[in-house]
């Protein structure tokens, strides 16, 4: 079990680390990073399959008490949503491989490694059970991110960037000086301790906690007001990593919101989370109505999909978080997917402008359908994972009668489709531009294409088991909302 978890997290820094001792050899390069990476997203599977036939799984580092040292915790939860998410990673590191020639593709000699990297820090994140190495987690993948974000030196990356930066760097002594009154309130910040003494402060200082941290996770997560740095720095970073930020940065947020709010029990924070929640979804879905790039619109798109997945977690009800649950795994493959038809559309015709764009549907008719697929799963249209997932979270609210928030998600939605339906008249339909010539575009377009198309593969295979999915999300709500399950697991 230890070599699991150790393949997991440690594994995509140790080949980080010899990407780079080698990273003027390409191939040898990228052969280290890929079995890193496939290394860790085989791991997570076998680890899927442990806890769905045993249950959760825990690994004391170092042999420490849970009072002291970091444990890490494979619920169901955790087992569930790591799999995807390391998957996503390891098609993406192959579109990048296919796209490296073009003026879209990220610097190789940095991007594969510091993808290790991340991946590392987002496989803490999701098992850690503890606040403070969460922090770590969180650290990890801001400082890689970051200089993935800039690392091509262009001045629209460098400000955007910025306001990335000193946005979750705001968040992390956030953070900080809230482990600092956890601990000192509390005696602990292990999660499954914590579900024990929380209940013995005041209702005003355990209330005081979860919106603090909800301010911490929410910057993260990018729901409305703390959503300005999204979408100015995704646009502007290259397609293969902006697909990888879109697919997971945000979604580990709102997993730690899950995670945290749920195991502490704050629910009398829900209603000002519904509020939240409603106003997110509607101002990113305005947001993406209003862009004409194709980058921007989807990058409004991942605020308003927030907004849904917050939804679900402000019922604070079983069936609310696993509606949550099971539109986190939906959007992570789907998101990706956008924004790489996004990079291969830029590769088609040197723009994402959608005045400048057009035709593609008869050009590149394979484009078109790797595109039309996801976009009709994003805006919930049946039998894709998108209707699912909204289907879940909105018949979560109409059991729990909250009516506005439901109004709101339908709205929303109707939006999205309006958004999606933009994209695809000015970039799919009409006539191609007049500069665009038939040569061949730069990059290896059918790596590039094979990437997409495993990507789109994965997001009908979650429509295609959506049922099973959807319970395997209701039990990992039951498990997190009964706090004895994870608790007794954890201190056994």
């Known amino acids: ?24 050899r390409g191939a040898l390069r990228d052969v280290i990073t890929m079995v890193g990476l496939g290394t860790a997203a085989a791991a997570s599977w076998v680890m899927f399959g442990i806890v769905a036939r045993d249950g959760t799984q825990t690994v004391r580092v170092g042999g420490w008490d849970p009072e002291l040292g970091i444990v890490l915790v494979a619920d169901r939860f955790a087992a569930l949503v790591l799999p995807i998410a390391l998957a996503i990673i390891f098609v993406v590191e ?99 301790l914590l579900t024990e003494r929380m209940g013995d402060l005041s209702d005003g200082v355990r209330i005081g906690i979860g919106a603090w941290f909800f301010v911490v996770f929410g910057t993260k997560a990018a729901v409305f007001p703390l959503f300005s740095w999204l979408p100015d720095s995704y646009p502007t970073a290259p397609t293969t990593i902006t697909a990888v930020f879109a697919g997971l940065l945000t979604k580990v947020g709102i997993y730690a919101m899950i995670r945290f709010h749920t195991l502490m029990g704050l629910d009398e924070l829900g209603g000002a989370m519904l509020i939240i929640a409603g106003v997110t979804m509607v ?36 069936a609310g978080t696993a509606g949550a649950i099971l539109f986190l795994v939906h959007h992570m493959p789907v998101k990706t997917v956008l924004f790489l038809v996004g990079g291969l559309i830029e590769n088609e015709q040197g723009t994402g402008r959608l005045d400048r764009s ?11 359908a790797l595109f039309a697929v996801p976009a009709l799963s994003l805006a919930g249209l049946p039998p894709f994972s998108g209707f699912i997932a909204k289907f879940s979270v909105i018949s979560a609210g109409i059991e ?54 495993l990507a789109v593969l994965g997001t009908l295979t979650i429509s295609l088991f959506a049922g099973a999915l959807f319970d395997l999300s209701v039990e990992a709500a039951e498990e997190l909302r009964s706090v004895s399950a994870y608790r007794d697991a954890v201190l056994r």
Request: no cysteine; glycine share 12%.
């Open 400 to 453: 729990a009668r909250a009516t506005p928030i439901v109004f709101l998600a339908l709205f929303a939605g109707l939006l999205t489709l309006m958004s999606m339906t933009k994209i695809w008249l000015g970039v799919f339909w009409g006539s191609p531009p007049v500069d665009v010539d038939g040569d061949e575009p730069p990059g290896n377009r059918k790596t590039m294409l094979a990437a997409t198309g």
């Open 94 to 192: 192959i579109f990048a491989i296919g796209q490296r020639r073009t003026a879209w593709g990220a610097n190789p000699e940095l991007s594969g490694p510091l993808l290790g990297v991340l991946t590392a820090g987002v496989s803490l994140a999701f098992l850690t059970g503890d606040l403070f190495t969460l922090f770590v987690a969180f650290e990890l993948i801001l400082v890689s991110s970051y200089v993935l974000l800039t690392h091509q030196g262009q001045r629209a990356q460098v400000r955007s960037g910025m306001s990335y930066v000193v946005m979750n760097l705001l968040a992390s002594t956030l953070f900080l000086f809230g482990l600092a009154y956890v601990y000192a309130a509390t005696g602990t910040v292990n999660m499954a």
């Open 283 to 318: 101002i990113g879905a305005i947001g993406a109505l209003a862009q004409s790039n194709v980058k921007r619109i989807l990058s409004f798109h991942i605020i308003s999909q927030i907004g849904y997945m917050l939804m679900g977690l402000g019922l604070f009800t079983a």
């Open 358 to 368: 057009g035709g593609m549907a008869s050009r590149r008719p394979i484009i078109a």
């Open 1 to 24: 079990m230890n070599l699991l978890f150790a393949l997991m997290i440690v594994g995509p820094l140790a080949a980080s680390a010899g990407a780079l001792l080698v990273r003027e």
